[in-house]
């Protein structure tokens, strides 16, 4: 970067061959540098580099190294008075004062715990992020679980919480009407708050000094993160939405009193069967309290039996008042579609323990299964499984411990760890290292310092114990998880005789994008799972296949009725 001196009639030269990554702000006296080169090889088993900060005056070029082997990612305040950022291995906050050279913690494990509570992966937490700055800087937005700190840059631990929502577990968010402002305003802020028990979601007023809150709007939603404000009238457009309530436009003020629904943009969901989702509770095998989606037909009735679906990934329950359109989603299957053939939906929550995501998942999604079991609605004899990629991972362990699933779809399976332990990420060249070790995989340890955990948690080595029918998508182009995973899967499966199919979509990705064979996967795993679940005919294509010569040309997604 090359800053031109106008006044002085010259370039100054901000960027050197050691120090590429240069960032200023309008008027500031400096510009930050950045430079990761001897810390980029950590990238491999971390999933981040360490990073040495510079300070370089904008006027002269000079540049002083000020912040060494940094494991968070500082930003520069507005008028680049400050550096502010969140150090990822202590937990805590910290600024740094540009023209005094001071350096401060904003918090402390003694004030409140401002990284994820809930992380349950063998990496450090993250942070909830910042909510802006006080005008002149006086005071940096930081938030916690629940509620809004007041953190003053300048000074070590000065920070003051403004909301009480810890007791009630009431997230509290600000909300940016005005993009164009550096600076929020002085006394009253537009705060968004989610309901953690319930989930439901609103709008209120916030008195900075007296942290005084006045409800505008609460509901069974998911609301606006973004409302749009106009520039010069305090009309506001936003959205609400739920399971049953498409997201139109809402217009109204900034007050909330009256709000005018300007838009229609899907009337023809009430000509369709939709169903109802609900909250289901349940305590596992250890008495542990869970939580998950529950998805009922329309017209349900106890007294009779329904199959079940059981769809997951990770966590799903925050997503209670999501609106869920009907479309052919790229891995996973759609609510409302399948709700509307009479199949009950389960989708549970899943924490995981270090070292062993398999057996997580395992007691998870099994006691919630069990629980629905005993409620005498679920026809134990008609139970599928779903999940891709992390899911699908899933959804392979669980077919070597359980025989409870009449058939599953496993979408991008990692079925063995040891050999995706040593791939790469085809998109980006990253090694897939820190996945397993630190990440989503959370085995916690490196393959040559606890080799027994990467056979424990793969499937491929109990594939003789499957018994489930099951149909796996791998695409050939897929740079998340090398399809020569889905490979080993089903020719092992196959070597063993149990009933398996493989979709591949010639030269897609992680999961299919072009819309005709995202079509043409989901009527695939349609009659799939109608076929186990429903008693539908087979298709052609799961008795006979279909031949390299065939395909393109002929689907075989002819129903045999012989």
């Known amino acids: 970067m090359i800053k031109n001196d106008f006044s002085n009639k010259r370039f100054v030269q901000l960027a050197t061959a050691e120090v590429k990554e240069v960032s200023t702000r309008d008027n500031a006296k400096y510009a930050i540098g950045v430079d990761d080169t001897k810390y980029q090889q950590t990238i491999s088993w971390l999933g981040y580099s360490y990073k040495d900060i510079y300070r370089i005056d904008i006027t002269t070029g000079e540049s002083k190294r000020i912040i060494s082997r940094s494991p968070g990612d500082p930003r520069m305040s507005p008028s680049g008075n400050y550096l502010y950022w969140f150090n990822r291995e202590d937990g805590r906050h910290y600024s740094y004062d540009l023209e005094n050279e001071g350096s401060f913690s904003l918090t402390d494990i003694e004030l409140g715990i401002f990284y994820d509570e809930e992380n349950d992966r063998p990496m450090d937490p993250r942070s909830y992020g910042y909510g802006g700055w006080t005008a002149d800087e006086e005071e940096l937005v930081i938030y916690d679980r629940y509620d809004i700190w007041l953190a003053r840059p300048n000074e070590s631990r000065k920070i003051r919480k403004i909301t009480n929502g810890r007791k009630d577990q009431i997230e509290y968010r600000i909300v940016i009407l005005d993009k164009e402002r550096d600076y929020l305003s002085a006394e009253q802020w ?24 006045t409800q505008l709007f609460l509901g069974p939603y998911k609301i606006d993160r973004s409302p749009l404000k106009a520039k010069s009238s305090n009309d506001i457009i ?21 709000q005018n629904i300007i838009s229609n943009a899907n009337p023809q969901q009430s000509e369709y069967s939709w169903g109802s989702i609900h909250m289901h509770e349940w305590k596992d095998d250890e008495n542990m309290l869970r939580k998950g989606l529950l998805v009922l037909p329309d017209g349900f009735d106890p007294k009779k039996k329904y199959p079940l679906l059981v769809n997951f990934y990770e966590r799903n329950s925050q997503n209670l008042h999501r609106h869920r359109a009907p479309y052919a989603h790229r891995s996973t299957i759609n609510y409302a579609y399948y709700s509307s053939k009479g199949y009950i939906l389960f989708n549970p929550d899943v924490y995981y323990k270090n070292g062993y995501p398999g057996k997580s998942s395992e007691v998870a999604v099994l006691s919630g299964v069990k ?8 026809d134990k004899d008609r139970i599928g499984v779903q999940g891709h990629s992390w ?35 085809w998109g980006s060249g990253m090694s897939r290292q820190f996945q ?15 080799p027994e955990l990467y ?36 020719v092992g499966l196959r070597r063993l005789g149990k009933p398996a199919w493989m979709l591949n979509y010639n030269g897609e990705p992680h999961w299919p994008v072009k819309w005709q064979n995202r079509l043409d996967f989901n009527i695939r795993m349609e009659q799939f799972f109608d076929h186990y679940l429903m008693d539908a005919p087979m298709p052609r294509w799961m008795k006979r296949g279909v031949p390299a010569l065939e395909k ?11």
């Not at 629980?371 to 679920?378: A, C, G, H, N, R």
């Not at 397993?436 to 606890?450: D, H, M, P, V």
């Not at 424990?456 to 499957?466: M, R, T, Y």
């Open 455 to 490: 056979i424990e948690n793969s499937p491929v080595f109990n594939l003789d114990k499957v018994n489930t029918p099951v149909l796996i998508l791998h695409n050939d182009e897929d740079g998340a998880v090398p399809w020569y995973q889905g490979i080993e899967y089903f």
């Open 190 to 213: 537009l705060v968004r708050w989610i309901n953690h028990k319930t989930k439901d979601e609103g709008y209120a007023h916030l008195n900075v000094y007296s942290g005084e809150l």
């Open 552 to 562: 393109g040309i002929l689907q075989g997604m002819e129903l045999d009725t012989n």
């Open 391 to 425: 899911g699908g991972y899933q959804v392979a362990h669980l077919l070597t411990k359980t025989d409870m699933f009449k058939c599953a779809e496993s979408g991008a399976p990692v079925v063995n760890m040891i050999s995706a332990y040593g791939g790469i990420r």
């Open 436 to 450: 397993y070790e630190k990440t989503q995989s959370r085995l916690g340890a490196t393959l040559w310092e606890n």
């Open 371 to 378: 629980s629905l079991i005993d409620k005498e609605f679920v």
């Open 238 to 258: 936003w959205t609400k939405e739920n399971y049953d309530v498409f997201p139109d436009l809402i217009h109204s003020d900034t007050l909330l009193q009256i």
